[in-house]
């Protein structure tokens, strides 16, 4: 049995019970019953069988000697009525290899875009504002107090890393700043860093 005849027997067909009675069957021990004019679904490989008996069935209710059983017209004719549609069974494409490592390696950015890809497709990015350049290049306004220091009389190498750090808000754990104010007196220091 070729590939294609293989996945005809997965194929749907629709029964409908023409007779006056319940009809009742099995397959591999599994029973089933469509009901009087009522229409089913079953997988071919099991309509095969349940059409052939429902046929048998009619025919030996017309026929109880059995003479219209082994008539071919006549079982067609019966199960012409019998059979009433057919879906096609599509057996969805197998990944390959290539396939199966390329979704495995997708990171999750992939996977939310393809995810959202219809919401992504009506978002419009909102540009961030242009920053005037001339503000950039001025140095931060610095709002300098010596009050606080006022009346401490001159002041020592503490209070100035201390105005520093806290009212010029400079680093002052930078080694090459402290090393260049190690060399300035605590006068010269003041100067550089206008205390006044």
């Known amino acids: 049995m070729n590939m294609e005849n293989q996945s005809e027997k997965y194929n749907i067909i629709s029964i409908r019970n023409i007779d006056d009675e319940d009809y009742y069957f099995k397959v591999d021990n599994q029973g089933y019953m469509i009901g009087t004019g009522e229409t089913r679904n079953f997988p071919k490989f099991m309509a095969e069988l349940a059409v052939k008996h429902l046929v048998d069935k009619i025919l030996v209710k017309k026929d109880p000697e059995g003479k219209l059983m082994a008539n071919k017209g006549e079982r067609e004719a019966v199960a012409s009525q019998i059979i009433v549609g057919e879906q096609k069974y599509e057996k969805p494409p197998i990944p390959t290899d290539e396939q199966i ?96």
């Open 101 to 196: 490592v390329e979704e495995m390696n997708k990171s999750e950015i992939d996977n939310i875009l393809e995810k959202h890809k219809e919401r992504l497709k009506t978002y419009q990015p909102v540009a961030p504002p242009k920053p005037d350049l001339e503000e950039l290049d001025k140095p931060p306004e610095v709002e300098v107090r010596p009050e606080e220091f006022e009346g401490l009389g001159a002041p020592n190498r503490q209070d100035l890393l201390n105005f520093a750090k806290n009212i010029l808000r400079l680093d002052i754990t930078d080694k090459k700043t402290l090393e260049s104010w190690d060399r300035l007196t605590d006068a010269e220091l003041a100067k550089e860093l206008n205390f006044e």
